[in-house]
């Protein structure tokens, strides 16, 4: 198929959540909140904790078992895995590797994205890249996290929004005006502060310093944070839907990044959407970074929610400071 005839469609789905939930009554027990504060600043009720031996990559492997027998393709038949996390197994390799090889996708090349919570939009949008051009004809998109690993759980402020998940989606190629249809990524690293890990890599390497100052965990400025997010997941919608000549009244359902429900409720009303067409699960899930709208996406579409032909769109931001957007038809049929 010549590249100007190129696109790629989403042919299989899978996610996959630890068993331990974590409810906002276990946390009044652990740190100074109440479930009412929770709720109240985050719409989140529970959620799921990743198990003491449970890494990224044994999350990410569940996920894409589930998305690889969706689409009904034998392992080898993938040509690229992409995995979207800043909670890997290790610096290096890639936890791409780790899931390449357990999976059995013996002639896919393997790779991890760093792109924070908006880690599987950037991942989608350098698969659907990789699949235009022509390089490879199925990739599969992964975004997973192991966050409560890296969480202060005296800091009341961030340990009762994070949540362990992986979500995955086997992208495939297909003709231009099927499947995605638009996609958008930028940046601002001038905000880079306002969400960040800051101990661990090359600029403040693990010491016992470190371990001291507690830069080993997850910062965040939540005020600065909330008034990006909405600007930037705004930004990002209206840039997808002129890119492919679509309204917002086209759309059958928006899937946003899963960080916090004022956020998610600022968004849908300054977009004017009903919020029956947003999409929501953090009150179960909390806040899984890259994992979130994947995850979102398999149980809409495990559901049976959406038909083909259907337009999805999903909207994110992370740290970095990142943010984009997708915009496609959905091409799954249970």
Known sequence: MPESLRSS???????YVPTRVLTN???EKMVD?????????????ERRIAAENEACSDLSLAACKE???MAGLDPKDIDGIIIGTISGDMQFPATAAFVQDRLGAINAAALD?????????YAVNMAHAMIVSGQMERVLVVG???????VDWSDRSTCVLFGDAAGAALLEACPRGEGILATHMKSDGALAELLCLPGGGSRHPLTPNTFADRTRFIKMKGDGVFKWAVRAMVDATHTVLEQAGYSLSDVAVVIPHQANIRIIDAVAERLEIPRERVVVNLDR???????TIPVAYDEVVRAKKLKPGDLVLFTGFGGGFTWGSV?????ISL
Not at 33 to 45: F, N
Not at 144 to 150: I, N, R, S
């Open 33 to 45: 909140t109440t479930d009412e504060w929770i709720v109240t600043r985050t719409g989140i009720r």
């Open 327 to 331: 915009l496609l038809k959905h091409a």
């Open 9 to 15: 469609r989403i042919i299989g789905t899978g996610h």
């Open 113 to 121: 994205l760093s792109a924070a919570c908006s880690g599987f939009i």
């Open 285 to 291: 899930y909390g806040n899984t970074s890259s994992a």
């Open 25 to 27: 009554f276990d946390l």
């Open 144 to 150: 997973a996290e192991v966050l409560t690993k890296f």
């Open 67 to 69: 998305a690889v027998a």
